[in-house]
């Protein structure tokens, strides 16, 4: 068997006249080449699906007969309904739906809990028996239980269910994870800052995947980056901006690592911006720093002074 490499490789060494891969590369095609080909290909294979889709649909809609043209979805529950024996299909699939509901019923408790006392209980004026909070509770699980069913509504209409929820997990998850990590490491960092951070990130996030990855897409060039990265970016992202606002308070050496991370970040914006492959060292290294930093601080006697105002 072939690998995706070889394949291309192949392809790529059938237009340039050549008849196997070892000869193709005996001729030195770079990876630009090799890059290129597997684009073309993987246009090719949607525009082939997109021919297909529009051929079941056109003899649907004479036959007047309902079809689901979106396969993407159902490739593991065919897999389950075509490969497996009888017995473990119906074990396996109640599984799925028992994560489902249980995942589904802690995440609508996590919102509503959440909602109610640290929003609701804290901005109502008024002294209230817990009997109250419990039924505003139960209110607002209604409210992001049916949220929730919207958006699934909505999110039907994708192309890709499971890329959906990725990329709308790795537009929330990196901030999620850069708040935690400064609660966890860096405890004298107030609040504000933390807050302010997570505001501007998320808008830059926000930003990023519009312009340098959704925009992209739909004119049919190469993003920026793949949207898995925005998890990285966003936990980077939160973490530098809350050093900027307590960079004063540093020891003289984390000042230093501050400055090294910097310079790293900015030779990845702009192997970004040039359309270069960035070095893994380089994202190695600015984790690297992160964590030194953090060391550095983690102490409670630290030099960030910088308190809740």
Known sequence: MLTDRELAIYSLGKTEGVNSIAETLGKGFDDEKYIESIQMAN?????????????????????LIPVETN??????????????????????????????????????????????LDLYKRNHKREENEMHYVKATKWFTLGWGILAIGIACIAYLADNLIQLVNIIGSIFYGNVLGIFLLAFFFKNIGSRPVFTSAIITQILIF?????????????????????????????????????????????????????????????IIYDIIDVRNTSLIYIL???????????????KNTNISLKNE
């Open 43 to 63: 246009k090719a294979d949607k525009d082939n699906r997109e021919e297909a889709r529009k051929l079941i649909q056109k003899a649907a809609d004479e036959k």
């Open 207 to 267: 930003i990023l995947y519009y312009f340098g990855i959704f925009r992209l897409e739909q004119m049919g060039e190469k993003p920026l980056l793949s949207y898995l990265w925005l998890n990285l970016v966003g936990c980077i992202l939160i973490m530098y901006l809350a050093f900027i606002h307590v960079f004063k308070g540093f020891k003289i050496v984390s000042k230093l690592l501050f400055l090294l991370i910097s310079v790293n970040i900015f030779k």
């Open 71 to 116: 396969d993407k979805d159902y490739v593991f529950i065919h897999f389950i309904l075509n490969n497996l024996p009888r017995g473990l299909i119906g074990l396996l699939l109640a599984v799925i739906l028992c994560a489902a509901m249980s995942s589904t019923a802690g995440e609508l408790n996590a919102l509503a809990s959440t909602t109610a």
């Open 285 to 299: 290294s600015l984790l690297f720093l992160f964590i030194l930093i953090g060391l550095f601080n983690y102490q």
